[in-house]
């Protein structure tokens, strides 16, 4: 809700705007590519370009966010150079892949004290179902999320045009409601995805018994990330909800 909305905010609106479907996600850390104008607006598309060249799809399927120092242009060169990096270490296997949202958690970290990850399963229709998610924030920290990125991802099905209704639902209850120092933010994102490969009928009513599970599971979830950033919160000594 900043007016200041940083160049990776916009372009990733551009691109959910598009309605092709998210198939990646580049996240860099130390500059957050804010109040940087038509050039940071430029590099968070070529970065996006770049990831999508890799992956073969198309470059509004990439959402970028960054996170740090505010304007200071983007350090291309080593951001472009990473990539291939970032792809080989994606490239793991099912059983892998918990050490591998942990080390995103840690990748992401800035001013924060510790990576804040969690994970939950439950049932939907009879199938086992996974939901993992990580989040980055210690300061500047105020109702309506601010300086923090969080991403949470899913196997369960779930009908695409159900998706920002779910992100809202489970910010509201959780990323929303959290304050460190009542300050506000050009970059703060949060994110939901769902792959649908835990086999259950699609849900298709976040009010019918379905999604009141799917919200059963997911917000707890969200909340335990929400708190982690207020308990990390930067000169924080008390938890108070």
């Given at each position: 809700r900043n007016r200041y909305a940083a160049a990776p905010v916009q372009v990733c609106r551009e691109h959910l705007a598009a309605g092709q479907?998210?198939?990646?996600?580049?996240?860099?850390?130390?500059?957050?590519?804010a109040g940087t104008g038509e050039p940071g607006?430029?590099?968070?598309?070529?970065t996006c370009t770049a990831l999508a060249r890799s992956l073969q799809v198309a470059h509004e399927q990439v959402l970028p966010f960054s996170t740090g120092v505010i304007m200071e242009p983007l350090p291309?060169?080593?951001?472009l150079a990473g990539l291939p990096a970032a792809?080989?270490?994606?490239?793991v296997t099912q059983?892998?892949?918990?050490?591998?949202?942990l080390s995103a958690a840690e990748g992401i970290m800035t001013t924060d004290t510790l990576p804040k990850a969690a994970s939950v399963q439950f049932h939907l229709d009879g199938h086992a179902a996974r939901a993992t998610g990580i989040a980055?924030?210690?300061?500047?920290?105020?109702?309506?999320?601010?300086?923090?990125?969080g991403f949470l991802a899913t196997d369960a099905a779930v009908a695409p045009d159900l998706m920002n209704d779910l992100a809202r639902?489970?910010?509201d209850r959780s990323f929303n409601r959290v304050t460190v120092d009542g300050d506000t933010s050009t970059n703060d994102s949060f994110v939901v995805m769902a792959t649908g490969r835990a086999g259950n009928a699609p849900v298709t009513d976040l009010d019918?018994?379905?999604g009141q599970a799917l919200l059963a599971a997911l917000t707890p979830l969200a909340q335990r990330l929400a708190h982690a950033i207020v308990r990390d919160g930067e000169g924080a000594t008390k938890f108070i909800t």
């Open positions: 479907g998210v198939r990646a996600l580049v996240i860099n850390t130390g500059n957050a590519n607006l430029t590099h968070a598309r070529q291309m060169d080593r951001l792809l080989a270490d994606a490239a059983d892998d892949s918990g050490a591998q949202w980055k924030g210690a300061g500047m920290i105020r109702p309506n999320m601010a300086t923090m990125l639902r489970l910010a019918g018994p379905a």
